[in-house]
């Protein structure tokens, strides 16, 4: 199935649902498409300009470097397949993919997905891919292609896998290099919207060991389900959640499930880290960045440091969501464990000169993000380390 | 697990048969690694700059276009793992992606994996890594980075998955458009190494149903193993092969089994194309081209048309390459059904001014390429037929 420049497979069978699918995929592919992208219907490929033109291209990119990377969603695409809801996990899939790249100080450019099902379902699969457009909106990244898969041989009926792909632009001189950090900066942390995409093996375990249900409602977990706008509970230390959820305007109704709570999709920083790396264009007043994902916070923020630093982390310094201690609590899951899977309540770290540690921070508050001084570099070997 | 700057996502348990992993991939990929390549060692992404100086950039691209596309292998690697072969489907990958890529002029710079997987298996990881280095080795491209997700829930024992994306850039006024195919321009075909990466859920039906063995040898393939140079029956026409095979100096050591005819990795034209289009720099001297997939000659070839033009194609001005008849014969498939699964012999179709076609033809023959005159542009409706 082309869709727009790239093939979605043709498998051999199911013509009607896969023609039902393919409708709908031209329009949703180009809700994403600013100027840069070069229509290119039935095409082999996606083309992306990476200026509109030569006088801008030249004035934004000295020395040009593509960032790339791919990553998928890991098993939090089996809780949407037990609960049926495909259309967040594509947001999840954009997320992973795009921080990580924009750590590198990049502006992301263009996604690409490939989706491998069992069989054609054209609801199933226009939801998912409904979902990574949405993520590349939010991103501000071309959705260009992608490629979906029929191969009832290797997916068992009801599995399916997601995997991603992104690609980015930086200015040499202005990609983000572990050698700028030094004793002083401040570590400031944006806050995460829940698990993200990462643990889920850990996460359905306790869910399965403890008997809970992805349909029920916890009033330990406070908050609100995503479609509903999830902002509610998002300031909330954990420990107030059970109280702040009760003063929610719609009472129970808008009280989230389990399942809805662990599907939150993943933050996306990229809209707002590019567009304070635009307000600091002559200045470097970012040291450094990371991504929380898999290992935690101490995994992910040393890969931003260099072998003379370490990061001092002063973990009482922002609210873990209620999510965390819900799952620590039903799997007794240690505090060290929960640190080294789980994001914990930031998603994504900002290594930053001191003097301008406030004015960031003010300017990515305003940008929509809760921000927490959450730290400080000092002499050290490379290590992050409570204090 | 990091990979030169992209994480092989660690999931959780057999630490041991990841660093083994691990440990073999930062050599494999830095192979594939040239002087655009920046090091970035623990990093979120791969960095890839677009040229190594500003002056030889702007001498190259005056309107840069990024190429990008997704694809997978299909149920091939079902052949692949049945036979525990897991060295060569990495080419097989990287083909079906830079050979889409360069159907619109574009240059590979970059690829990215997505390898899906049970359980952590270090050596068969490594086979698979190191095939798509291969694969990017041929293309002359960088294997910039990928991801490993370990998803015992979602792929029963023996099962994997593979995904591939690649990147190349072109200027906007060289990128490949078919608005400039008209009546005159020759068609030329490149050959196939065989089936390629399509139409193995058809190939599987035939082998099942009429309980061939993959691990036999069938005189009528004729060829050689892929390992041992496969290069022998290329130029040789279908009918002959059985006695073309018999002349073949290492005798019965050297042909190969079914299975390793069916596992031949989809021959790369990156090289070839890449190279013809600096040597006709000034010249606009191609005007389409297309690599043959999924839908064969007709569903493919059609794409590189306008709707004033109509391809004809004569079937009978290439040697169809005996796996193709033996398939056919042993499946009973209808001969219009072959040629809309299969590629047929030709796996990549330049479309070229008349005035130019002996000597492209002469220069793709020295750049190592099987070439054939296969047929005319005449005036039309966007159609591919016989003649």
Redesign the interface.
């Known amino acids: 199935m ?1 869709r727009n ?3 979605y ?4 069978v199911q013509l009607e649902e896969k023609d039902r699918f393919t409708e709908s995929l031209g329009s949703i592919l180009r809700k994403t498409h600013g100027p840069r992208v ?1 229509p ?1 219907p ?9 200026d509109y033109n ?1 006088k801008l ?1 030249k004035r934004n990119y ?11 969603v ?2 939090k ?2 809780v949407a397949g037990e609960l049926g809801v495909y259309d967040t996990i594509g947001i999840d899939l954009v997320a992973m993919n795009v921080n ?2 924009i ?2 100080g ?1 502006e992301p ?2 996604f ?3 989706i ?1 099902v069992p069989r054609v379902d054209s609801v199933m699969l226009t939801a998912l891919v409904r979902g990574v457009a949405e993520g590349c909106r939010i991103a501000g990244c071309a959705l ?4 979906t ?1 029929e ?1 009832p ?4 009926p009801g ?3 997601l ?1 991603g ?1 992104a ?2 632009v930086v200015d ?1 001189e202005r ?1 983000v290099n572990p050698c700028r950090v030094r004793p002083g900066d401040v570590v400031l942390g944006l806050g995460s919207d829940g698990i993200h995409s990462n643990g889920y ?2 996460v ?1 375990k306790i869910v399965s060991h403890a008997g809970l249900d992805l349909r029920a409602v916890y009033e330990e977990l406070g908050g609100k389900a995503y479609a509903e706008g999830a902002d509610g509970a998002r300031s909330v230390p954990s420990r107030a959640a059970g109280r702040a959820g009760a003063t929610g305007t719609r009472g129970a109704r808008a009280r989230p499930t389990l399942g809805q709570v662990l599907l939150t999709p993943t933050r996306i920083y990229a809209q707002p880290i590019v567009k304070l790396q635009r307000d600091y264009k002559v200045k470097k007043v970012i040291s450094g960045m ?2 929380i ?3 935690g916070m101490d995994g992910n923020l040393c ?1 931003a440091l260099n072998t003379r630093v370490d990061a001092v982390i002063d973990w009482s310094s922002w609210p873990v969501p209620p999510v965390f201690r819900f799952l620590q609590r039903h799997g007794g899951v240690a505090e060290a464990e929960m640190r080294r899977v789980f994001n914990m309540g930031i998603g994504y770290c900002l290594i930053v000169r001191p003097d301008f540690a406030d004015s960031i921070a003010a300017r990515l508050k305003k940008l929509g993000e809760r921000v927490y001084r959450i730290g400080k570099i000092v002499r050290g070997r490379g290590d992050v380390r409570a204090g």
Do not use: W
């Open positions: 082309p420049g790239l093939t497979a043709a498998a051999g070069i290119n039935g095409g082999f490929a996606g083309l992306l300009r990476l030569e291209f000295k020395d040009p470097v593509l960032v790339a990377c791919a990553d998928g890991g098993t695409l089996k990580d790249m750590v590198q990049a450019l263009l690409l997905d490939y491998a260009l292609g992608g490629e898969a191969m041989d290797v997916y068992p599995e399916f896998d995997a792909f690609v980015g040499l990609a093996t850990l359905r990371a991504h994902t898999g290992s890969r």
